[in-house]
């Protein structure tokens, strides 16, 4: 079986740049750049998903009422019957 060595090269490079991107992203001062550039971003996103984060809560919260609601009915008035008289 012949070595790709393409594909050898190709995974060397890409482990290495990756370790060289971990060591400089270690360094705290790069660490503090990261951040300064991290979280107007992550609150931008935060702002402008929330609005439907909040209808998905209000949604899940009225079906959970309803479901209780229905629950509540079927329970009160004398569950689901037991026979059911079949009409020929």
Known sequence: MERDRYKEATQDMASHI????????????????????????????????????????ILFLILFILTIGTFWIVMRSGGIPTSVAIVS
């Open 18 to 57: 990756g370790e060289k991107v971990l060591t400089v992203l270690r360094h705290p001062e790069n660490q503090a750049r990261l951040q300064t550039i991290m979280d107007p971003i992550v609150s931008h996103i935060i702002q402008r998903v929330f609005p439907y984060i909040l209808l998905s809560a």
